[in-house]
């Protein structure tokens, strides 16, 4: 079984910037991709981006594509968002999960093994 734990929330401002990690222990040959995901209080959890974990190919939800880049190191089994430009719509507590890359909708699906999560608050 994965683990997964999520770092590197805060608060800033908008138009600031955070790096949100994610690192896996356990059985990390269980999974072949991750994938970020975010919940604003009241609303629904939201896809933000997903990475295939050999290969590197990436998948980004459009409300946060240009601005966000997901990134790994396999070394590390660790994940990355960095999230540039922030807007306060981007508020949110940020998952991340192991799942299973899917080439016919070029996503990370099955999501499983969610984290805890980290807060981002962004501030106009």
């Known amino acids: 079984q994965v683990r997964l734990v999520e770092s590197g929330g805060g608060s800033v401002q908008a138009g600031g910037s955070l790096r949100l990690s994610c690192e896996a222990s356990?059985?990390?040959?269980?999974?072949?991709?991750v994938g970020w995901s975010r919940q604003a209080p009241g609303k629904e959890r939201e896809r933000v981006a997903s990475?295939?974990?050999?290969?590197?190919?990436?998948d980004y939800a459009d409300s946060v594509r240009g601005r966000f880049t997901i990134s790994q190191d396999n070394a590390k089994n660790t994940v990355y968002l960095q999230m540039n430009s922030l807007e306060p719509e981007d508020t949110a507590r940020y998952y991340c999960?192991?799942?299973?890359?899917?080439?016919?909708?070029?996503?990370?699906?099955?999501?499983?093994?969610w984290g805890q999560g980290t807060q981002v608050t962004v501030s106009s």
């Open positions: 990475i295939y974990r050999h290969g590197g190919t990436r």
């Open positions: 999960a192991a799942g299973t890359w899917s080439w016919t909708s070029m996503k990370c699906q099955g999501l499983r093994s």
């Open positions: 356990g059985n990390t040959a269980g999974f072949n991709c």
